[in-house]
């Protein structure tokens, strides 16, 4: 089996730190960019796609600034962490997410992070 590598991205988003953190944290805000559906119970999120169901697990959360889910059928090491990072002097918003994958398989996993945030941004209407 291949090892799953961790990668980041960073994305500009003109969005405040609040209102965005709403789309990453309420199952409601991540049904609008992330996933066609997400519902949420006992600490686990499910989210479908395309008719497939994937829970994930809530491993922690930072008001307006991060999220951290991990897939329950994923690696133990795996994770997916999106993170509100806001620059001091500009006032500029961006979001960091950091993700897993095989070697061979980060390329299309970060295509599929690069037209999520477009979509996003798209909904944020930023």
């Given at each position: 089996?291949?090892?799953?590598?961790?990668?980041?991205?960073?994305?500009e988003?003109n969005?405040?730190?609040?209102?965005?953190?709403?789309f990453?944290?309420?199952?409601?805000g991540?049904?609008?960019?992330?996933?066609?559906?997400?519902?949420?119970?006992?600490?686990?999120?499910?989210?479908?796609?395309?008719?497939?169901?994937?829970k994930?697990?809530?491993?922690?959360?930072?008001?307006?600034?991060?999220?951290?889910?991990?897939?329950?059928?994923?690696?133990?090491?795996?994770y997916?962490?999106?993170?509100?990072?806001?620059?001091?002097?500009?006032?500029d918003?961006?979001?960091?997410?950091?993700?897993?994958?095989?070697?061979?398989?980060?390329?299309?996993?970060?295509?599929?992070?690069?037209?999520?945030?477009?979509?996003?941004?798209?909904?944020?209407?930023?």
């Amino acid at each position: 089996m291949l090892e799953k590598k961790k990668f980041s991205m960073e994305y500009e988003v003109n969005s405040s730190p609040k209102i965005l953190f709403g789309f990453l944290n309420e199952p409601n805000g991540l049904a609008q960019w992330f996933a066609d559906d997400v519902s949420y119970r006992d600490q686990i999120y499910t989210f479908t796609w395309d008719g497939e169901t994937q829970k994930a697990k809530l491993l922690s959360m930072k008001d307006n600034k991060l999220v951290k889910f991990k897939f329950l059928d994923d690696e133990p090491h795996c994770y997916f962490e999106m993170e509100i990072l806001q620059d001091e002097l500009t006032n500029d918003v961006a979001l960091s997410i950091t993700d897993f994958a095989t070697e061979d398989s980060i390329q299309d996993r970060r295509l599929i992070w690069d037209n999520q945030i477009q979509y996003l941004i798209g909904v944020l209407g930023a």
